[in-house]
């Protein structure tokens, strides 16, 4: 009892608090209180932040600045289920990439597929018509029409190539800006592989949408971006005219439906107007 007794008499003594200049000792701000009352003082003060905490919460005043709780179970569904697909886009783009990058520099080696012909029975050249028919001459004229002029570059090999889509060029060929041709043309027009070859890549990115790259015989690759959908898969063969994807408007790089078609050779883009025919 005299213990507690001591404990009270020095905590009500009055005690001087004071601050002062280290450099002078000059008092700069004092006051006397005894210690139970300043004990008192903090408690009090420590309750009232307690309690103004405890109001500001239960009245939702800070609900605007603490969000964790909201997050709901379906938001992270939703959340998970668009970063696989960001993840699967990335991966298209990155195959993509390394399958153009693999074409230009030639480790991809692009030979020439052709039909073979085996036991055939023999033929009496004599006995054949020589002149075409008219329903030859008519079917003639259709594939001359869908036909482009030959190539009259002495450096590249002597070739027809078809139309992969016809209709009206929006935008023409840079080799630097726009390594390729924009031809608009009614939604859901079929798109046709403009010479046979090898479909290298079939997938899907980012900013081109659903993509074609076929490599040709004679070092030539052509390229044919945002499309809706496509028709073949890698590993493929197509021949000249066979439908291979649908006319679409895929990808952060367009505002309208067209095909964005490319025509590389020997590892660089030609300009594809000069080889082939996209108007009607």
């Not at 009090?44 to 109001?55: I, K």
């Not at 329903?135 to 030959?150: F, G, H, Q, Y």
């Not at 009614?186 to 900013?207: E, Q």
Request: one cysteine or more; glycine letters at 8%.
């Amino acid at each position: 009892m005299k213990r507690l007794r001591g404990i009270l008499k020095r905590l009500g003594k009055t005690v001087k608090y004071s601050a002062s200049n280290p450099e002078n000792f000059e008092e700069i701000w004092s006051f006397q209180t005894s210690r139970i009352r300043l004990i008192s003082l903090i408690l009090v003060v420590f309750a009232l932040v307690g309690f103004l905490a405890v109001y500001l919460f239960s009245s939702g005043l800070l609900s605007g600045y603490v969000k964790g709780s909201d997050i709901k179970r379906t938001q992270l569904e939703e959340q998970r289920v668009r970063i696989d697909e960001l993840t699967n886009k990335m991966e298209y783009q990155e195959a993509y990439i390394n399958n153009i990058r693999r074409v230009l520099s030639g480790e991809i080696p692009i030979d020439l597929v052709s039909d073979t012909l085996v036991n055939l029975p023999e033929i009496d050249l004599d006995t054949l018509q020589t002149n075409p028919t008219n329903a030859e001459k008519r079917l003639s004229r259709e594939v001359n029409n869908d036909m482009s002029t030959p190539v009259t570059n002495r450096d590249i090999t002597l070739r027809y190539f078809g139309s992969p889509a016809l209709g009206v060029v929006s935008q023409g060929f840079d080799a630097t800006k726009h390594p390729g041709i924009d031809v608009v043309t009614t939604p859901g027009f079929t798109v046709k592989s403009c010479l046979g070859g090898t479909v290298l890549y079939a997938g899907y990115s980012r900013l081109d949408g659903y993509i074609m790259i076929i490599g040709h015989p004679g070092n030539f690759v052509s390229v044919y971006k945002h499309n809706k959908t496509l028709l073949k898969k890698s590993g493929d063969i197509v021949r000249l005219g066979d439908p291979i994807a649908i006319v679409g408007n895929t990808g952060e790089n367009t505002d309208g439906p067209h095909l964005h078609f490319e025509l590389w050779y020997n590892q660089t883009p030609v300009d594809p107007a000069k080889y082939i025919s996209f108007t009607r």
